[in-house]
């Protein structure tokens, strides 16, 4: 399929250029209050990161662990919808035109609003890519091909079940990079392990010419270099939204995603 290049693509062109791996950071949109995560989400280009997930929040995530899930909670409460998730994305959008922000979800809030309406909306707002955790390529129809055709990369997720079986067909209509989930189970769960992501990354690598991100399970800028290091980048979400839960401030928080940024870039 011929698309246009996207952000995300010349982010990775530009990161490949200088031989750099990628620190992709995941934020709930409104966590802790729509200011706060603005403030936030405009600070995190600064503290070293590369692309930017903005979590849409929902009611019934499956494949997120309780920091997360409270993270949506709190979001949702303070008055958190697609709109305003949208809006956040327009006002950061204003002063940064360069760094690519994947909407990372579930479908139901998507359907509700219309997937053609959406799209227009997402595109408009600067989103440069989807990430919707609960529909599967059988359903690439639904979703994944229209954003492909209105210019927005759909990322998939591969994870340790996708066997060689499986995985064609979760490359099929994947764009921008592919999400490798490190370990079985929800976020902020267990550890990524080296040893075992590796192989992994391998197998993928040698399936598509995409650049293959590691997440899930890494915590501390040592364990971002070491995934980062046998990889095309890493994925933090869970330890930057703990952080955030806990109360710190956007400074605070965006000096932890700072060192983060430091060890992934090193890997």
């Not at 590691?214 to 040592?222: A, C, Q, R, S």
């Amino acid at each position: 399929m011929t698309r246009p290049t996207t952000r995300i693509d010349a982010k990775f062109a530009e990161l490949s250029a200088a031989g750099k791996k990628a620190f992709v950071t995941y934020v709930m949109a409104g966590d802790p209050d729509y200011d706060t995560s603005l403030e936030m989400v405009k600070g995190l280009p600064g503290a070293g990161v590369d692309i930017i997930e903005l979590g849409l929040p929902f009611t019934d995530p499956m494949a997120d662990g309780p920091t997360i899930q409270l993270a949506g909670q709190r979001a949702l409460e303070g008055g958190m919808t697609l709109e305003r998730t949208l809006q956040l994305a327009r006002d950061f959008r204003k002063e940064d035109d360069t760094t690519p922000i994947v909407l990372m979800g579930y479908y139901n809030p998507i359907y509700s609003r219309g997937v053609e309406t959406f799209l227009a909306d997402a595109k408009s707002a600067g989103i440069d890519g989807l990430i919707v955790v609960d529909l599967p390529p059988e359903e690439d129809s639904e979703l994944c091909l229209p954003a492909q055709a209105a210019g927005l990369n759909f990322i998939r997720l591969a994870t340790p079940t996708t066997d060689n079986a499986r995985l064609p067909r979760v490359l099929q209509n994947t764009s921008g990079f592919v999400y490798y989930v490190s370990i079985t189970g929800i976020t902020g769960a267990a550890e990524a392990e080296a040893s075992d992501v590796g192989p992994e990354v391998s197998r993928i690598k040698a399936a598509t010419d995409l650049p293959v991100i590691v997440g899930f399970g890494i915590k501390t800028p040592e364990r971002a270099q070491t995934i980062a290091s046998i990889s095309d980048g890493a994925v933090v979400g869970s330890a930057i939204v703990a952080e955030i839960g806990a109360g710190k401030s956007a400074s605070e928080v965006l000096a932890f995603v700072k060192s983060l940024a430091d060890g992934a870039h090193a890997g």
